[in-house]
């Protein structure tokens, strides 16, 4: 069985550079192969992980509502769609869920996508999902459960509060997932009594905190993957002690 970590938070908190810091420390421990699902609408996972993406699955779902081709069924083609979406990489793979449904009867079309990607998450040990602030992406494309769901949030008042209303939403919709954390990232010196507090009133479980890392800021302005990080960069050794304590890697 695939062990599932889905990633939110609302934008700007850093939850993708953390979902590609995730696969790495994954990787380094020997957890492959993983599929990393990018299923922000605002994809960039790709550039964090230093891949290029020729296709994404809304454009496979688009070819389809268009029609198949010619001695294809719609599940054939659908299957070759998502296969071709996968982006291959050594110990993982990528797979961009793209835009959103558009105008237009899509129901058949996201039937198979999602018959085609829990087949396809079952070939993998590890899935990381990459999600917007909101947990739609799990209940209605990708998969209907999380092992692990991790938050992203800056150490403001208006961040947790963020954090707080994604744990509800996964809770409102009633999704299959074994634990929550809540990960504190960009955090000047030490974590505020101010959200230490507000961590504590809203019963958020906190996994750790990240310091602000300027590393970070410089491979973001030179446009170079932050997977590639030192590892003695401050944000990858607060973040894999995070991942240590957090992730039984023995039960999978």
Excluded at 2 to 28: C, H, P, Q, V, Y
Excluded at 125 to 144: F, K, P, Q, Y
Aim: with cysteine; proline share 4%; charged share 25%.
């Amino acid at each position: 069985m695939s062990m599932m970590i889905a990633m939110a938070g609302k934008g700007g908190t850093g939850k993708t550079t953390i979902a590609g810091l995730l696969i790495r420390f994954l990787l380094k421990k020997g957890m492959v192969p993983i599929l990393a699902v990018d299923a922000d609408s605002n994809a960039n996972l790709n550039e964090v992980l230093g891949l290029k993406v020729e296709m994404t699955l809304g454009e496979a779902r688009e070819g389809i509502k268009d029609g198949v081709p010619p001695g294809m069924t719609r599940d054939l083609y659908m299957e070759y769609k998502v296969q071709a979406s996968l982006v291959e990489s050594q110990g993982y793979d990528l797979i961009v869920m793209g835009r959103p449904e558009g105008p237009g009867c899509y129901c058949h079309a996201n039937t198979l996508l999602s018959r085609y990607m829990d087949r396809l998450c079952g070939n993998y040990r590890v899935v990381v999902m990459d999600n917007e602030a909101g947990m739609e992406h799990i209940s209605r494309l990708v998969a209907r459960q999380a092992d692990i769901l991790l938050i992203v949030s800056d150490p403001t008042q208006r961040g947790l509060l963020a954090a707080v209303r994604i744990r509800d939403l996964a809770r409102e919709l009633r999704l299959n997932i074994k634990k929550d954390y809540v990960i504190i990232n960009r955090v000047n010196q030490e974590l505020p009594l101010t959200a230490k507090d507000a961590i504590e009133a809203a019963g958020l479980n906190l996994a750790g905190w990240v310091p602000e890392d300027e590393l970070i800021t410089q491979y973001d302005t030179e446009g170079r993957p932050t997977v590639d990080l030192p590892d003695d960069a401050k944000s990858v050794q607060a973040l894999n002690e995070i991942f240590e304590n957090i992730i039984s890697i023995d039960d999978y």
